[in-house]
């Protein structure tokens, strides 16, 4: 499996269309009124497409950044943490259609979950804000003015469930399905920049090496203190000192010896 920057691009789509549709399911399950015989198919169909998106975004990850590869997708999610978004979108539209479905369960009469439901919906519209930090710098400002227009919408539609809930007013039902159906006509419009999730390529180049100048262990410098130079290349003694008589040197060498043995001898 050879993984592409375009491999992000094509599942971060692909999980967009899935969300877009369950969106589109709940806006047309609740245009119809309660008395049409398809409200019923239509409530029922609705948190279970919430469910399969959620299964779908998981299935995306797994076949375009890993080809059904486990461990070749959560290596493909280790390169790019900003995707792991797209698995809390996951859990949070799966949580949504689950307590939909427990609303519904209860023929529409506990409030609790009806809540909840409308809770997860919340937590997803302020989710999508944050889209614009996830992606590379030079993409984020058109990922996050898309992404806010989308959570804007769909917190504009919780609101006027919310309102309608308390007012019992139409015009707030009908402006809950409208911002609903025109989330989800975003979701499925949307396409994701091709720069959003791009390798970024790091160079770094090194000087020119430099080598240590060669060193020959046999040669040796003068000391200090007054040492003696060597010089082991050449085995004939040194050279005697300007000025040195060597006629005059035994003589020198016999008349320290005389005055020598006289202070042994005084002693």
């Not at 996951?90 to 519904?104: I, K, Q, T, V, W």
């Not at 409030?111 to 999508?128: C, E, Q």
Request: charged share 15%; proline share 6%; with cysteine.
């Amino acid at each position: 499996m050879t993984l592409h920057s375009d491999s992000f691009n094509l599942a971060s789509n692909a999980i967009h269309l899935l969300q877009g549709v369950a969106l589109l399911a709940l806006g047309l399950a609740e245009a119809h009124p309660p008395d049409n015989p398809l409200h019923k198919k239509l409530s029922l169909a609705a948190p279970l497409v919430f469910v399969l998106s959620a299964a779908g975004a998981a299935a995306a990850v797994l076949y375009f950044l890993g080809g059904w590869s486990v461990k070749s997708a959560l290596f493909a999610l280790n390169i790019k943490k900003g995707f792991y978004i797209f698995v809390t979108f996951a859990c949070y539209y799966a949580s949504a259609g689950l307590s939909r479905f427990m609303y519904l369960a209860s023929d529409e009469k506990s409030r609790g979950w009806h809540h909840v439901s409308l809770a997860f919906l919340t937590a997803i519209a302020v989710l999508y804000f944050t889209m614009g930090a996830k992606v590379n710098e030079e993409a984020a400002q058109a990922v996050s003015a898309a992404h806010a227009a989308i959570g804007a919408t769909l917190l504009a539609a919780v609101l006027a469930r919310l309102l309608h809930d308390f007012l019992k007013r139409k015009a707030f039902q009908a402006a809950w399905i409208a911002f609903l159906l025109i989330t989800s006509f975003q979701l499925l419009a949307y396409r994701e920049p091709g720069s959003a999730f791009e390798y970024r390529l790091i160079k770094i180049e090194a000087g020119p090496e430099t080598k240590p100048s060669p060193v020959n262990p046999m040669q040796l410098t003068s000391q200090p203190f007054g040492s003696i130079p060597l010089n082991i290349s050449d085995p004939r003694p040194a050279p005697p000192s300007p000025g040195f008589n060597r006629q005059a040197a035994p003589k020198a060498l016999k008349k320290d010896a005389k005055v020598h043995n006289k202070k042994r001898a005084g002693n």
